[in-house]
């Protein structure tokens, strides 16, 4: 395995490592210099308006968006340092739930929670399923699902799906894309419930992107917030928040004030002049 090449992270007990990452898309800037170490264990919850990036940095995370420039660095090692074979190798140490599921539909949920077991482990079909059994009544899902096509299940029981197709490869982090996004406000408490018992049993370093913020009060021991790089000036950080849920209510910060309030501030003004430009050009 490579080496640490750039500068070892403070903490002995990091997992993952994001050092000055820097990404961007043709000309647009996404992230600039963010740098975030997660020690094991460590419940992390990633915050943000949308398109400040969030889903760009959890994607660097596990190597599926190459940084232009900085590191990530797990458990010592650097992705960028890895080739592709040894990249397979640790993405079998993660877990990644994504957005929408992202189940495959033709096949039954016993063989979309099984995949990532078929794939990686030479393991037998019925062994296979009663891993998935156990996986989903973790997830507080019956065996009775099994037979099932994602298209038969509510919102609700696809994320769950996804949920116990990441935790059957028992990873050592589990990193979360919007868990609780397109549901009512019950299952969003169900399904944070299930993160939060699943960082109980199983000790797993979690990270999760969310716009939901009584989710991360629930679930975080940490929040980071990102800002969008267009809103700020060259020499501003980009992570305008990194602390304690405690410490995020009495942070005096206008910006994350308002994002904990929900408020839209000038972006209502933003609008409506951009809504009163296009009018005009129109009438030209
Ligand atoms: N593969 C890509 N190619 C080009 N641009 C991209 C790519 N992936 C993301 N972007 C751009 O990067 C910016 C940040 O996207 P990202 O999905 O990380 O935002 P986000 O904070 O997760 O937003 P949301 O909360 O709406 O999901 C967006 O402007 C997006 O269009």
Redesign the pocket.
């Known amino acids: 395995m490579s080496e640490l090449s750039p500068e070892q992270p403070s903490n002995d007990k990091t997992q993952i490592a994001a050092q000055a990452l820097h990404v961007q ?1 043709g000309r ?1 800037h ?1 992230l600039r210099d963010v740098t975030i170490e997660v020690p094991q264990g460590q419940t992390l919850a990633i915050i ?1 308006e ?8 959890l994607k660097s995370l596990i190597g599926l968006v190459q940084p232009t420039s900085g590191h990530v660095v797990y458990d010592g090692q650097v992705l960028d340092n890895l080739n592709d074979k040894q990249l397979t190798e640790l993405r079998t140490r993660f877990g990644f739930v994504f957005q929408n599921a992202a189940l495959f539909d033709s096949m039954t949920i016993a063989d979309n929670v099984a995949f990532p077991l078929r794939e990686h482990r030479k393991i037998k079909l019925e062994e296979a399923y009663q891993a998935v059994r156990e996986a989903l009544s973790v997830v507080g899902l019956p065996s009775s699902v099994m037979v099932k096509r994602p298209a038969e299940l509510s919102g609700g029981m696809r994320k769950r799906v996804g949920l116990a197709r990441a935790i059957i490869m028992q990873p050592e982090i589990l990193l979360y894309d ?1 868990p609780t996004t397109g549901l009512d406000p019950i299952m969003s408490d169900v399904i944070t419930e299930l993160i939060l018992r699943t960082r109980d049993h199983t000790n797993v370093t979690s990270i999760v ?1 969310t ?1 939901d913020m009584s989710s991360a009060m629930k679930l975080a021991d940490r929040i980071v917030m990102l800002y969008p790089l267009a809103r700020l000036e060259k020499d501003e950080p980009q992570i305008i928040f990194d602390g304690t849920t405690a410490e995020i209510q009495k942070c005096k910060d206008k910006r994350v004030a308002q994002f904990l309030r929900g408020e839209a501030g000038e972006r209502l003004q933003e609008m409506r002049d951009q809504f009163e430009s296009s009018r005009m050009i129109a009438a030209m």
């Open positions: 898309f647009q996404v943000g949308s398109g400040c990036g969030k889903t760009v940095l919007e992107v716009h």
